[in-house]
């Protein structure tokens, strides 16, 4: 079927790479693929995708090439033998890594006259092809913009900068934002399931909690970039006095307390550190990378 979308190679078959396949085969797009172990490309050409032999071939088929395999050592192993093959191509690479590993990963593609942009999917397989979910790009402008219309069949593509590493930084960024979340809504879910709430019943609760705490972040973003905290609303002072009732009741109920006494840790330094008459967003300053220390 000739639908004038690009054609397009993914390297890489496994969860995430046969989403991001179906994805683009869901969209028309002719789309080749290859997997070190072959057997996972039967589900794909069953729905119209053309198989390629070799790493190489796949490499041959398509102007946009993209990579989702296990990690760098991967990515290597499966492209290092056939980087001539790469000259002339847009490699995109959505493997998980370092920024550094990233910006390693640039230089190599551009030492074999490839175009690469790294990527970050901000999503499970299933939500892949959905529009609503984000795909963190970096890499040069002009290389994102011609291969927009094609990334945009995995999700919303989002340029981050030409710095390669971008991806990645805002990716383990965004995952310890998730892990420091999700921790907070297990001990919470923990703490009220000690006196028989069921999990289904505090999340709701959390949910609109979590709206009103995504306010907190817009309000001290500006706060953060101008390295002046007001504490108008509430001081670290005031959130000390606060922590330690979630300490008393979760002890009280045998509830682990490990996440809440790192959490008064980092606000005492806070507090030490001359913030504790500052907003929350003053923590930043005992988190933040101080001169020298990079
Ligand atoms: P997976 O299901 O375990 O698949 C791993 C893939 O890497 C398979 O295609 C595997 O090939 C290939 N591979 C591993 N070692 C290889 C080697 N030495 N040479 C060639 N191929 C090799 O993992 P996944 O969930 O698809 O994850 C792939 C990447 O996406 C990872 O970097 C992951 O961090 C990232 N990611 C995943 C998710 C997610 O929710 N799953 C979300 C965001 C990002 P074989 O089939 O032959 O083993």
Known sequence: MQTGRAAVTVLGLGSMGSA?????????????????????????????????????????????????????????????????????????????????????????????????????????PPGVGSPEMMFLYSGPREVFDSHRATLA?????????????????????LLGLMWAALTGWLHGTALVGAEGTPATAFTPVAIRWLSAVTGFLTTYAPQVDAGHYPGDDATVDVQIAAIDHLIHAAAARGIDNALPELLKATMERTRAAGHGSSSYAGVIEVLKATAGAR
Do not use: F, K
């Not at 085969?25 to 070799?54: C, K």
């Not at 290597?76 to 056939?82: E, N, R, S």
């Not at 069949?153 to 960024?173: F, R």
């Open 20 to 124: 991001l396949a179906g994805a683009l085969l869901a969209r028309g797009h002719a789309t080749t693929v290859w997997n070190r172990s072959a057997h996972r490309a039967e589900a794909l050409t069953e729905r119209g995708a053309t198989a390629a032999a070799t790493p190489g071939e796949a490499v041959a088929a398509s102007p946009l090439v993209i990579a989702c395999v296990l990690d760098y050592p991967a990515l290597h192993a499966v492209l290092d033998p056939v980087a001539d093959s790469l000259a002339g191509r847009t490699l995109v690479n959505l493997t998980s890594g370092s920024p550094e590993q990233a910006a390693e990963a640039a230089a190599w593609a551009r030492s074999h006259g490839a175009d690469y942009l790294d990527g970050a999917i901000m999503t499970t």
């Open 153 to 173: 069949a995995l999700g919303d593509p989002l340029h981050l900068g030409t710095e390669p590493g971008l991806a990645s930084l805002y990716d383990a960024a």
